[in-house]
């Protein structure tokens, strides 16, 4: 348990300085016990034994390299102390290069002769495992009380070189077991050199081949532990197997809950649907049955009102005819009266102005005509007074004026009406203008006939464009993404492939309008003198004629005025359209 937490911590990067190694060195007398009791006796690889060896030198080695860079970092370089750690280093590099060289000449398990030695050489090997641990030791406690006594240090404080050296002294003499006084450092050069005599012993030893055994032995087993960890890895494999599968099926379950719940969901929401639809039916009803009420209640109101009307219209004609015969009785009775009246005025002029003054008599006879006879013939003539006649003329004159003046009258108010109509804007006829200087050039009936057909043709290009346009104004499409099938019970497009096929349509009509109107801007450039450029292969349209075009279509900026303002009012553009009159007028007023 030990060393798998030193493992985790290891893994984490939580190790520290501050981290006790005992459980890890418990553990490890604990093996080491457990393999001189049940494991002395079993075969071994030698060639495995002595790399492992080669391999914890190695890790001394380069564990007491990484403590004394760490010293050296805080060594003064002028000290003896540094030289100390100088010497160490050389040391630790040469132990490096003897442990690869034995590495280097170590044969492999399985070749074709066999590799074996003493149980002395196991010992000494032993022996040299633990000066390198107790090495490692002293370079370690040195490196600890140098952390320690740097922590209690200010930031512009620094340890001396004696210091240091007085440190490194305890530390060895702490694992060594020495006192003070005997210099237990030199101790550290003494392992030093024998672990480096036996490493170059054992070197040269392997190069003459005095660990070679002629004999092969039979291949050893694999340890208990290999198998163990073989079966042990055999099995985490179908673990994760099966752990992918159950993923596998979890993510399916996973899905198949989320389908279940959008089922649900448009379940419900079908069901709200019905809910309003029944609660929509239910209120159609009753607000069919409320205006069936009402209709029945005008109805009758209109009945008893149709009655009361069919009884006043009956009073009203028999007041109106009894009115009717009134006023024909008068009007006999004023009849005479005027009869009477006329009589009278006639009588009486007739007396005033004398007897026969309004009768003139004519006689003319005829003796060969008639025998014996007298044939007389009278014309009478009645003459109207002076007054009846200034009377008729002023009436007359009167009739006149009030004709002229209701002529004026009713042109008036047709002028008046006429001014607040809209301006007519008339379209400019699309015929070819000439000019004074130029001669009169008739154009051909052919040519007349084709571009009347062609406006005929644009036209109808226009409307079919426009219908098209109001169609899609009047109908926009939306995107089905539901992804259900149709009426027919197809399945229906992808919300996809109905947006781009949308947006092909949209840039099919886009393309349509830009050759549209290209083709009425050369047509209405054919009707107008100098509005096309005549080229042997094609007509185009001129430069001149386009560029008057797009100042009707837009009208051009000659300048901004500014105003001042006062402070808190927003600031607003305004644009004015001025003719040549009124912009020199405001010209002059700037000047």
Same mark, same amino acid.
């Given at each position: 348990m030990a060393v798998d937490m030193v493992v985790q911590m290891l893994r984490k990067d939580q190790v520290d300085d501050s981290f006790s190694m005992a459980p890890v060195d418990k553990a490890i007398g604990y093996f080491k016990n457990l393999t001189d009791s049940h494991l002395a006796d079993q075969p071994l690889s030698h060639c495995d034994v002595l790399l492992d060896y080669i391999r914890e030198f190695s890790s001394g080695v380069d564990c007491a390299n990484a403590l004394i860079r760490q010293l050296k970092s805080v060594a003064p370089k002028s000290s003896s102390f540094w030289s100390l750690l100088r010497e160490w280093t050389t040391l630790m590099s040469d132990m490096q290069t003897y442990c690869k060289r034995v590495r280097r000449r170590v044969p492999q398990a399985d070749g074709e002769k066999g590799f074996q030695f003493g149980r002395e050489l196991i010992t000494s090997l032993s022996d040299i495992a633990a000066d390198i641990e107790r090495l490692v030791r002293v370079v370690g406690e040195t490196q600890l009380q140098v952390t320690q006594q740097m922590v209690l240090l200010s930031e512009h404080e620094a340890l001396t070189g004696p210091q240091l050296e007085q440190m490194t002294k305890q530390a060895a003499a702490m694992v060594f077991g020495l006192p003070d006084a005997e210099n237990p450092t030199e101790n550290v050069k003494n392992i030093c050199d024998k672990v480096n005599g036996v490493l170059v012993k054992l070197s040269a030893s392997i190069q003459d081949g005095e660990f070679d055994v002629e004999e092969r032995r039979e291949r050893m087993p694999d340890p208990p532990y290999v198998v163990r960890a073989s079966a042990v890895r055999g099995k985490l494999c179908d673990i994760e197997g099966l752990g992918a599968k159950l993923q596998q099926k979890e993510n399916d379950i996973l899905e198949l809950k989320k389908a279940l719940k959008v089922k649900a969901n448009e379940l419900s929401e079908t069901g709200v649907k019905i809910s309003v639809l029944e609660q929509k039916l239910d209120n159609a009803a009753r607000e069919s049955d409320h205006r069936v009420e009402e209709l029945h209640l005008e109805l009758a109101k209109a009945n008893? &009102?149709?009655?009361? @009307?069919?009884?006043?219209?009956?009073?009203?004609?028999?007041?109106?005819?009894?009115?009717?015969?009134? &006023?024909?009785?008068? @009007?006999?009775?004023w009849k005479k009266r005027h009869e009477a009246l006329s009589k009278k005025n006639m009588m009486a002029e007739m007396t005033r102005h004398g007897k026969g003054s309004f009768l003139t008599g004519q006689v003319e006879g005829d003796a060969g005509t008639v025998q014996g006879g007298l044939i007389s013939q009278v014309q009478v003539v009645t003459k109207d007074s002076a007054m009846t006649i200034a009377q008729v003329e002023s009436l007359r004159c009167a009739l006149g004026v009030l004709r002229a003046e209701n002529a004026r009258l009713r042109g008036e108010e047709m002028r008046r009406r006429l001014a607040k109509l809209p301006a007519i804007q008339l379209p400019r006829k699309l015929s070819r203008q000439k000019s004074e200087n130029d001669d009169s050039v008739s154009v051909p009936a052919v040519q007349v006939v084709q571009q009347e057909t062609d406006l005929k043709a644009l036209t109808k290009q226009t409307e079919e464009l426009l219908k098209c346009a109001h169609q899609l104004a009047a109908s926009p499409k939306v995107v089905d993404v539901t992804g259900k099938f149709d009426s027919s019970g197809k399945l229906k497009a992808s919300p996809r492939l109905q947006l781009l096929s949308e947006q092909a349509r949209l840039h099919t009509l886009h393309e349509k309008h830009e050759k549209l109107c290209s083709e009425v801007h050369s047509a209405m450039a054919a009707h107008y003198p100098a509005g096309q450029i005549h080229a042997p292969l094609k007509s185009y349209v001129s430069p001149q004629y386009l560029k008057v075009l797009r100042e009707q279509l837009h009208v051009p900026l000659i300048g901004r005025v500014a105003v001042p303002v006062s402070e808190g009012t927003s600031v607003q553009s305004q644009a004015v359209l001025l003719n040549s009159e009124r912009l020199k007028e405001l010209h002059q007023l700037f000047a």
């Amino acid at each position: 348990m030990a060393v798998d937490m030193v493992v985790q911590m290891l893994r984490k990067d939580q190790v520290d300085d501050s981290f006790s190694m005992a459980p890890v060195d418990k553990a490890i007398g604990y093996f080491k016990n457990l393999t001189d009791s049940h494991l002395a006796d079993q075969p071994l690889s030698h060639c495995d034994v002595l790399l492992d060896y080669i391999r914890e030198f190695s890790s001394g080695v380069d564990c007491a390299n990484a403590l004394i860079r760490q010293l050296k970092s805080v060594a003064p370089k002028s000290s003896s102390f540094w030289s100390l750690l100088r010497e160490w280093t050389t040391l630790m590099s040469d132990m490096q290069t003897y442990c690869k060289r034995v590495r280097r000449r170590v044969p492999q398990a399985d070749g074709e002769k066999g590799f074996q030695f003493g149980r002395e050489l196991i010992t000494s090997l032993s022996d040299i495992a633990a000066d390198i641990e107790r090495l490692v030791r002293v370079v370690g406690e040195t490196q600890l009380q140098v952390t320690q006594q740097m922590v209690l240090l200010s930031e512009h404080e620094a340890l001396t070189g004696p210091q240091l050296e007085q440190m490194t002294k305890q530390a060895a003499a702490m694992v060594f077991g020495l006192p003070d006084a005997e210099n237990p450092t030199e101790n550290v050069k003494n392992i030093c050199d024998k672990v480096n005599g036996v490493l170059v012993k054992l070197s040269a030893s392997i190069q003459d081949g005095e660990f070679d055994v002629e004999e092969r032995r039979e291949r050893m087993p694999d340890p208990p532990y290999v198998v163990r960890a073989s079966a042990v890895r055999g099995k985490l494999c179908d673990i994760e197997g099966l752990g992918a599968k159950l993923q596998q099926k979890e993510n399916d379950i996973l899905e198949l809950k989320k389908a279940l719940k959008v089922k649900a969901n448009e379940l419900s929401e079908t069901g709200v649907k019905i809910s309003v639809l029944e609660q929509k039916l239910d209120n159609a009803a009753r607000e069919s049955d409320h205006r069936v009420e009402e209709l029945h209640l005008e109805l009758a109101k209109a009945n008893e &009102l149709v009655k009361k @009307k069919e009884k006043e219209f009956e009073v009203t004609m028999d007041t109106l005819q009894q009115d009717i015969d009134a &006023l024909e009785g008068e @009007k006999s009775e004023w009849k005479k009266r005027h009869e009477a009246l006329s009589k009278k005025n006639m009588m009486a002029e007739m007396t005033r102005h004398g007897k026969g003054s309004f009768l003139t008599g004519q006689v003319e006879g005829d003796a060969g005509t008639v025998q014996g006879g007298l044939i007389s013939q009278v014309q009478v003539v009645t003459k109207d007074s002076a007054m009846t006649i200034a009377q008729v003329e002023s009436l007359r004159c009167a009739l006149g004026v009030l004709r002229a003046e209701n002529a004026r009258l009713r042109g008036e108010e047709m002028r008046r009406r006429l001014a607040k109509l809209p301006a007519i804007q008339l379209p400019r006829k699309l015929s070819r203008q000439k000019s004074e200087n130029d001669d009169s050039v008739s154009v051909p009936a052919v040519q007349v006939v084709q571009q009347e057909t062609d406006l005929k043709a644009l036209t109808k290009q226009t409307e079919e464009l426009l219908k098209c346009a109001h169609q899609l104004a009047a109908s926009p499409k939306v995107v089905d993404v539901t992804g259900k099938f149709d009426s027919s019970g197809k399945l229906k497009a992808s919300p996809r492939l109905q947006l781009l096929s949308e947006q092909a349509r949209l840039h099919t009509l886009h393309e349509k309008h830009e050759k549209l109107c290209s083709e009425v801007h050369s047509a209405m450039a054919a009707h107008y003198p100098a509005g096309q450029i005549h080229a042997p292969l094609k007509s185009y349209v001129s430069p001149q004629y386009l560029k008057v075009l797009r100042e009707q279509l837009h009208v051009p900026l000659i300048g901004r005025v500014a105003v001042p303002v006062s402070e808190g009012t927003s600031v607003q553009s305004q644009a004015v359209l001025l003719n040549s009159e009124r912009l020199k007028e405001l010209h002059q007023l700037f000047a």
